[in-house]
């Protein structure tokens, strides 16, 4: 009987080690996070962090310094971060010349109000030069590890400094220099679709890439009201609308929260204290994230489709299995339960981009007969104050469209 008693303890106990073991990472979860390896310089990207910084203060320099509190954090969730002092930051521009191009009298009023292009660009200055440095820079690679707590350069002084460059030309326009406006507006375009092809995170390509709508609009609304000739504009490059970079580092995010969460005795609540062993039973970070990769590896694909190849993919996409083993991995099985952004959205906007670069292109060869790069036999709908292409998914932000009561 004690022989037995042994025998179901030792067998007990290798079942219970035998279950506590973990998966190794997929050849496909290998391939996501070696995308992301993050690089260990950047002075595009620290300079941007620093954008904000006090006139007096070199950008670059305060950059470095935030970088480094940034970096802490990574290595402890609990550090408190020296933030630069919000009275030091320059004033960010704003007013309803700032507004935002969703609202819908924000274009019309950018070319309707009364201001002072000079007392504006005295005034910001400092922005101004520090947006042309930063144009500047040929690299730029996020040096921050994609975490929860990740901290971004403060992209919303890029945007204000762009809108400046966008009130430059549009008041050229109003002052009769057409042209000239214009060729601001294409230098403009040109800085921008630099930086947009080296932006390596989510959120700055798609801060980029709407930038680059704003000012195909305004180009847009001159071209209408004077008629001058102007240059085609080349769709987006691969390198501009990649978006496999920045999939990678949201699959890295969730990889490196995923492996937080192992052996921490605050799993299910903080304050907690979970024994590792136990949270082994039930929770294997690995076999987590190699549930969620086909996910990911389906956004890389995706976001390399042509317009008509997309179309067919909304039609006739199956949502991906995301499930792991609910015995050996039910916790993980439970946090692959929880619903993933729709980045299908994300990546439309890129198609939907070059859709409206298709009307921009055809505004002096009948814009109303030209074809749907989605649906070849359709025609642009034509509304009192736009006109747009449809396209598989909402465009919430009149991407695929143009405005055409602007200047009435």
């Given at each position: 009987?004690?022989?037995?008693?042994?025998?179901?303890?030792?067998?007990?106990t290798?079942?219970?080690?035998?279950?506590?073991?973990?998966?190794?990472?997929?050849?496909?979860?290998?391939?996501?996070?070696?995308?992301?390896?993050?690089s260990s310089?950047?002075?595009?990207?620290?300079?941007?962090?620093?954008?904000?910084?006090?006139?007096?203060?070199?950008?670059?320099?305060?950059?470095?310094?935030?970088?480094?509190?940034?970096?802490?954090?990574?290595?402890?969730?609990?550090?408190?971060?020296?933030?630069?002092?919000?009275?030091?930051?320059?004033?960010?521009?704003?007013?309803?010349?700032?507004?935002?191009?969703?609202?819908?009298?924000?274009?019309?009023?950018?070319?309707?109000?009364?201001?002072?292009?000079?007392?504006?660009?005295?005034?910001?200055?400092?922005?101004?030069?520090?947006?042309?440095?930063?144009?500047?820079f040929?690299?730029?690679?996020?040096?921050?590890?994609?975490?929860?707590?990740e901290?971004?350069?403060?992209?919303?002084?890029?945007?204000?400094?762009?809108?400046?460059?966008?009130?430059?030309?549009i008041?050229?326009?109003?002052?009769?220099?057409?042209?000239?406006?214009?060729?601001?507006?294409?230098?403009?375009?040109?800085?921008?679709?630099?930086?947009?092809?080296?932006?390596?995170?989510?959120?700055?390509?798609?801060?980029?890439?709407?930038?680059?709508?704003?000012?195909?609009?305004?180009?847009?609304?001159?071209?209408?009201?004077?008629?001058?000739?102007?240059?085609?504009?080349?769709s987006?490059?691969?390198?501009?609308?990649?978006?496999?970079?920045?999939?990678?580092?949201?699959?890295?995010?969730?990889y490196?929260?995923?492996?937080?969460?192992?052996?921490?005795?605050?799993?299910?609540?903080?304050?907690?204290?979970?024994?590792?062993?136990?949270?082994?039973?039930?929770?294997?970070?690995?076999?987590?994230i190699?549930?969620?990769?086909?996910?990911?590896?389906?956004?890389?694909?995706?976001?390399?489709?042509?317009?008509?190849?997309?179309?067919?993919?909304?039609r006739?996409?199956?949502?991906?299995?995301?499930?792991?083993?609910?015995?050996?991995?039910?916790?993980?099985?439970?946090?692959?339960s929880?619903?993933?952004?729709?980045?299908d959205?994300?990546?439309?906007?890129?198609?939907?981009?070059?859709?409206?670069?298709?009307l921009?292109?055809?505004?002096?060869?009948?814009?109303?007969?030209?074809?749907?790069?989605?649906?070849?036999?359709e025609?642009?709908?034509?509304?009192?104050?736009?006109?747009?292409?449809?396209?598989?998914?909402?465009?919430d932000?009149?991407?695929?469209?143009?405005?055409?009561?602007?200047?009435?």
């Amino acid at each position: 009987m004690k022989k037995i008693s042994i025998w179901i303890v030792i067998l007990l106990t290798t079942f219970l080690i035998m279950f506590m073991i973990d998966d190794e990472l997929t050849d496909e979860s290998k391939l996501l996070i070696k995308l992301t390896t993050t690089s260990s310089d950047s002075a595009a990207f620290v300079y941007a962090l620093g954008i904000f910084s006090a006139g007096t203060e070199e950008p670059g320099e305060v950059g470095s310094s935030l970088l480094e509190e940034y970096q802490k954090v990574e290595l402890d969730e609990h550090y408190l971060v020296n933030e630069y002092p919000e009275s030091k930051q320059l004033p960010l521009p704003n007013g309803e010349l700032f507004c935002n191009f969703r609202e819908e009298r924000c274009l019309k009023s950018l070319f309707s109000i009364d201001f002072d292009i000079d007392e504006l660009y005295q005034k910001h200055q400092v922005l101004i030069q520090r947006l042309d440095t930063f144009y500047s820079f040929t690299e730029y690679s996020t040096l921050t590890q994609p975490i929860l707590t990740e901290r971004f350069p403060p992209l919303r002084y890029i945007s204000a400094a762009m809108r400046l460059k966008l009130l430059s030309a549009i008041k050229m326009h109003r002052s009769g220099s057409s042209k000239q406006a214009m060729r601001i507006l294409n230098a403009q375009l040109s800085q921008l679709r630099h930086v947009l092809a080296r932006q390596d995170n989510l959120i700055g390509k798609i801060m980029f890439l709407m930038k680059l709508s704003e000012a195909v609009e305004v180009m847009s609304v001159i071209r209408q009201a004077s008629k001058i000739e102007v240059d085609k504009i080349a769709s987006l490059s691969v390198a501009e609308k990649t978006l496999s970079n920045a999939f990678a580092r949201e699959f890295a995010l969730h990889y490196n929260t995923f492996e937080s969460l192992d052996d921490n005795p605050e799993f299910f609540n903080r304050g907690g204290n979970v024994p590792a062993w136990v949270l082994r039973l039930i929770y294997k970070p690995n076999m987590t994230i190699n549930a969620i990769a086909p996910f990911f590896t389906r956004l890389n694909r995706v976001s390399g489709l042509s317009h008509l190849q997309f179309v067919t993919e909304m039609r006739s996409a199956d949502s991906v299995d995301l499930s792991t083993s609910s015995i050996r991995n039910s916790a993980g099985n439970v946090l692959t339960s929880i619903a993933m952004p729709s980045f299908d959205h994300y990546i439309s906007r890129f198609l939907d981009f070059d859709a409206k670069l298709v009307l921009f292109n055809s505004l002096d060869r009948g814009i109303e007969t030209v074809a749907n790069p989605y649906y070849k036999h359709e025609l642009p709908i034509i509304y009192p104050n736009k006109i747009c292409f449809n396209g598989p998914l909402e465009d919430d932000h009149l991407i695929r469209c143009l405005r055409t009561d602007v200047l009435e």
